[in-house]
């Protein structure tokens, strides 16, 4: 076993019972993820069998010194692509020892709206489309691009293949096996109309099961580009000009709306989406006024339209949807750095609670 | 499994009964392949079994922002070289939302044809070689070319072995391979009399397989240069002066020329594809005029003649068939950018169904 390969790809369940358990958590920025791990003795089938566990929390800019430890609790596992056996990464949340959720724990209150009993009747599903963008290491650069130039106009890009117009596919296609053996419900990829710009689609899953395995999906994603060399960004406007943005669709039904008549129900979810635009935005991702300028497929930060078809539109609905008179439609607000506990809680809190005045 | 290529060659069917469907579909110039894929919950085994899906066509020049629905029918699957497994390509064609194919889709009217009960009788065979040139990235200089500069004339190249003689011959050779592995009737391959150029061969396939094959065939050559970082090219002529053009030459036979008294068949054949030449002309590829000049073993594009043996002439008949009597004629006519939908079917019409008036 010369080689450090060797070692890191080691089958543990040939030797011992224990394995390891990666605690993932997200950090103090709201977007930073961060994780640690520890030896489980024994197996588990499922995550309350797992200890709470706490971290530093002033060195993540979630606590003080004074006063550090933040608790860590296990909400959702998934076999871990990298240690492969019985290994196991695990989705917490954070909380003071005092067992309050922290400020930059949006998943508690996520929780509460999908165990609400008008939420669960409804069984919202959720389709979420995260981009991203691959940087060239150092430079922060986009993957492919020339450093200290551009490369030709949109166009060639999208769904493409080649080596001058798709860059970084064994990272995308790599993710997406790892997802896949994680148990992450990934639904498929494609490359992006800006060149070194990729996407994946998480879905349909129910409820909070959304956030929790589109942040794992990003964490396994992080961790993929760590291997390869090159930078991840989740900025929803990499490079100014005209380069297409990030964004983070998400895709959206309730039962009601996949029965019959589920169309007119549709339609007026968009309305009272539409009631509190101001609010979704706000809560849709920072920098989004950098993304959504009426251009390059959005629609203006300020304004709020729907359309069928319409990829100019706050929310598009399908020709399926329309056709069929049933089925979920797409918010294309949210930017590629938004939080999926926030905003899949967000579209459900307002379309099923919340009532116009 | 430290490294990307272990998740990359992660087997699958050991963890789950998903597979993942690589979608191909050809954009808006014709001949910019596009893919994307999905998420499948089993195995299938024919291409009615996969679901119809979509793609954003305003972002391929195949339809407006405002109504950017493009619908792909799946039409025939292979095996994916690149995911292994149970994992498939899919060829498919492009839609409107309400069932008419878009300006682009070829195959749609080749389907037409090749379903033609006259033509469907005589089960016409196809056999095309498709020849193309390697780049270098960046500079698009062909491979193996001093940059700034030109290798020695042609004569020391075709079918040639040595480092410098033979530039890129692992795409070549593991896009034979690839392709097997795929399903695709691949044939042959040869490297070309220009250095840098290559062909393969795909074939005998009937009717529209042909067609599906090349395409294929050509998408996973793509997806091989991208991996090896080297660019792509069809254009027929590449280089200017005294270096060959790349060509699609389409070998092609019916029942009734494969069988005794064939060769008047072919010969009568021949005269009826002479009486279109214009036609023919006009839909074997842009750029064309640059290629068949009457030198560097062509035809001149004005000049419709065929002969035995002849690799000056537009259609090549081989000794073997003019001495047995029957078998099989060869378009040299066509570029290495043309639509083996078009071509195939044409050629199918030409000397099946149409009459001279």
Known sequence: ??????????NLSDHTESFIAEYVWVG????????????????????????????????TGQAPGEDSEVILYPQAIFKDPFRGGNNILVMCDCYTPQGEPIPTNKRNNAAKIFSHPDVVAEVPWF?????????QKDVNWPLGWPVGGY?????????AIGADKAFGRDIVDAHYKACLYAGINISGINGEVMPGQWEFQVGPSVGIEAGDQMWIARYILER????????????????????????AHTNYSTKSMRE??????IKKAIEKLGLRHKEHIAAYGEGN??????????????????????????????????????????????ASNMDPYVVTAMITETTLLWKPN
């Open 1 to 10: 076993m010369a080689l450090l390969s060797d070692l890191v790809n080691m």
């Open 28 to 59: 103090g920025s709201g977007m930073d993820m961060r994780s640690k791990a520890r030896t489980i003795s024994k197996p588990i089938s499922s995550p309350s069998e797992l200890p709470k566990w706490n971290y530093d929390g002033s060195s």
């Open 127 to 135: 389709g979420i489309e995260q981009e991203y963008t691959l940087l």
């Open 151 to 159: 490369p030709g106009p949109q166009g060639p890009y999208y769904c």
């Open 224 to 247: 993929i580009t760590e291997i390869a060399g090159v930078v991840l960004s989740f900025d929803p406007k990499p490079i100014p000009g005209d380069w297409n943005g990030a964004g």
């Open 260 to 265: 019959e008549g589920g169309y007119e129900v």
């Open 289 to 334: 006024e950098r993304r959504l300028t009426g251009r390059h497929e959005t629609a203006d930060i300020n304004t709020f339209k729907w359309g069928v078809a319409n990829r100019g539109a706050s929310i598009r609905v399908g020709r399926d949807t329309e056709k069929e008179g049933k089925g979920y439609f797409e918010d294309r607000r949210p």
